[in-house]
């Protein structure tokens, strides 16, 4: 079975989903999974399909083609991404803390992910031997605190390099400069310790544990040049007690944190997420 996905955003009006459901018919393809969404307040529309097109007449450039017409009557933003397009590749970047590194390289390996990883920047050697033994290259490129553009000039050039489309900073404890921000919008991934947004920066869990919550979290959000402030992807959260020191609260939150991370990374290469301003409208 071939499945390809169609993701569409445009103004809300009556016969989207009739045209483009006759549409996708009328050239052979059958939608095996459908998702919808109206929001009342903006009067947007969204609307993920997944397609199987074994018995379709059009190739995915004759299709394009044709549904551009649509596209432009219902002044839609759209894609259409076949099979040989959906395989996305993922650079990741990691400081020393290694729990979502390791838990994305397992399921990785696991055939949970649906996409290569390019490969794995970090600003500390500490990670080289896992990543390595995956197979996958690693790329130590230390960042001096005195001049971070040296270093983050080199990142770009990796990132270009091995035509990675997605970053996921898997506790990657720099800040992204806005250049790189800019120029992948969209396709920065982040893990924040924290349920954003609350305690925004640095020693969340600190924070947390010196304000006494009651309930800790993390948040999977889009990287944007406002720290932690990009569209929200994920969000989970723990009960915690008066009883629970400052390290708890840690040991705690690393299982959130992976278990959030993997599941907006997979979200977004399953074309689930679909951004809207500074919100998502989420698939899953």
Known sequence: MSLCRLVVTCPDRVGIVARVSSF?????????????HSDLETGRFFMRYEVETRNMTADSD????????????????WQWRDGEQRRRRLMIMVSRESHCLVDLLYRWTAGELDCDIAGVI????????????????????PVSADDKAPAFSAMERVIEDSQADTIVLARYMQ??????????????????HSFLPSFA?????????TRG?????????????????????????????????????VRLGRDIEKSVLARG?????????????NKTVVFS
Not at 24 to 36: C, D, H, K, R, Y
Not at 175 to 192: A, D, F, T, V
């Open 122 to 141: 970090s600003n500390h050697d500490d990670m080289r031997s896992v990543v390595e033994w995956h197979g996958i290259e690693y790329h130590h490129i």
């Open 213 to 249: 919550v009651k309930l800790i979290g993390a948040t999977c959000h889009y990287v944007t040049q406002e720290l932690d402030a990009g569209p929200i992807i994920e969000q989970d959260i723990q009960r915690v007690t008066h009883c629970h020191t400052t390290g708890d609260l």
């Open 62 to 77: 004759a299709f394009r083609q044709a549904f551009a017409r649509i596209a432009e009557e219902f002044d839609m933003q």
């Open 24 to 36: 996708i018919a009328e050239q052979g393809g059958s939608i095996t999974e459908a998702n919808q």
């Open 265 to 277: 990374v997979r979200w977004h290469l399953q074309d689930r997420v679909l951004i809207d301003g």
């Open 201 to 209: 920066g640095a020693r969340p869990y600190h924070q947390a544990h």
């Open 175 to 192: 800040i992204i400069p806005p250049s790189l921000c800019e120029r992948y919008s969209g396709q920065i991934i982040n893990i924040h």
